[in-house]
């Protein structure tokens, strides 16, 4: 049973342009999502989180939007940058705060 | 301040045999929590420490089980080993439980 889903296995963006990553989840008792960036060879690095309280959350060139409607939320990067190539994991956490869940991940290629 | 250290980073066990996994959670921290990814999927959820005891499991098996020390490092052990356990072990550490969770690089276990 996936619980956070992330439909794109990969994207490409070119350099400059922005960087689109899609989640969803089917939880209605999450109350916390996060972003992690995760490069070969190292364990996943924190991006970015939000409350389900909010609906959008910025840091510099990333930014969080949630849908809570439509159990949908997204990681915009603009603009994006060779360095930020990696791969992105959704991940939500229930109101209980110990378990926090994973989508599979979506690898971003950001081209020169 | 140090970071989340796992040891080792590789390791090679025969089906049937038992291993343990270290992590040293990252200074300050008194919370661990245990994943494991496997190939093309996201971390899944093992269990998660606080301040020494279990206070939170996924769907693994009783021959998953952990400790954590009174320093907060943490041990996983895996016994009767099978092959589907071959993946990442990640380890991660927050301040609190319901924080941001730092990880380490992980330790890839094959099991032949």
């Known amino acids: 049973d996936q619980q956070v889903k992330q439909n794109s296995p990969s994207l490409s963006v070119q350099e400059g342009r922005i960087s689109i990553l899609n989640c969803d989840y089917t939880n209605s008792m999450f109350d916390y999502f996060l972003w992690y960036k995760k490069y070969p060879a190292e364990g996943p690095t924190f991006l970015i989180s939000i409350s389900s309280i909010k609906d959008k959350n910025e840091d510099g060139r990333f930014t969080v939007f949630l849908n809570k409607s439509a159990k949908h939320l997204s990681l915009h990067i603009v603009p994006s940058q060779p360095g930020d190539s990696a791969v992105y994991f959704c991940?939500?956490?229930?109101?209980?705060?110990?378990?926090?869940?994973f989508g599979a991940g979506t690898r971003l290629f950001v081209k020169a | 301040e140090t970071g989340v250290t796992q040891s080792p980073t590789h390791l090679i066990k025969t089906r049937g045999q038992q291993v343990t996994l270290r992590c040293s959670s990252q200074s300050g921290h008194n919370t661990v929590s245990w994943y494991q990814q496997a190939l093309g999927q996201g971390p899944q959820f093992i269990f998660q420490?606080?301040?020494?005891?279990?206070?939170g499991r996924g769907n693994f098996p009783p021959r998953f089980s952990g400790l954590q020390f009174p320093n907060y490092s943490s041990e996983l052990n895996v016994n009767a080993l099978e092959l589907d356990d071959s993946a990442l072990y990640l380890c991660a550490s927050s301040s609190q439980m319901n924080t941001e969770a730092f990880f380490g690089q992980g330790t890839r276990l094959t099991v032949v």
């Open positions: 420490y606080y301040r020494e005891e279990e206070n």
């Open positions: 991940a939500a956490r229930d109101t209980g705060g110990f378990k926090t869940i």
